[in-house]
């Protein structure tokens, strides 16, 4: 390396042309906004996704579906992981901390327990909602359940 081969980083040097500074500056006449047409004019803009008149891509892709705004979201914990974290961490009773702790909820989740599996041992549940079968899967061991 010596000093006939140093450049400055890449992106560090603005190109310094003026635009619109006359025909010898190489950046006159038009000022690089081309011949007649909206973009030549001065106050033109674009909408973001115009595309020059083409059908613009929002509107040619088909809208499928429907979501409705105030639907309320549940992550699922079903009794098989309920009855295996029972077991691994010799737990009679399981709340929304014990699942967050665990990774099966964030902080925000709502909890529903759902019936996959089954229960053996008594367990205190505590979550956001029960389906029916697991209600009276954990009921039916001598558990009980609470909603938060």
Same mark, same amino acid.
């Given at each position: 390396m010596n000093l006939s081969n140093l450049k400055p980083a890449?992106?560090?040097?603005?190109?310094?042309? &003026?635009? !619109?500074?006359? /025909?010898?500056?190489g950046r006159g006449g038009t000022s690089t906004r081309g011949h007649k047409g909206a973009g030549s &004019?001065? !106050?033109?803009? /674009?909408?973001i996704g115009f595309e020059g008149g083409q059908m613009p891509l929002q509107r040619r892709v088909p809208k499928v579906g429907f979501k409705p705004i105030n639907r309320v979201e549940y992550v699922g914990v079903n009794l098989d992981v309920l009855q295996g974290l029972a077991e691994r961490f010799n737990l009679t009773s399981i709340d929304f901390a014990i699942?967050?702790?665990?990774?099966?909820?964030?902080k925000n989740d709502l909890v529903k327990v759902l019936g996959r599996g089954e229960v053996k041992s008594k367990l205190e549940v505590k979550a956001h909602a029960f389906s029916a079968t697991a209600q009276k899967a954990i009921e039916a061991v001598g558990g009980s359940i609470e909603k938060l």
């Open positions: 890449a992106g560090s040097v603005k190109n310094n042309k &003026r635009i !619109g500074r006359g /025909t010898g500056s &004019r001065s !106050g033109h803009s /674009t909408k699942l967050q702790e665990h990774g099966l909820a964030s």
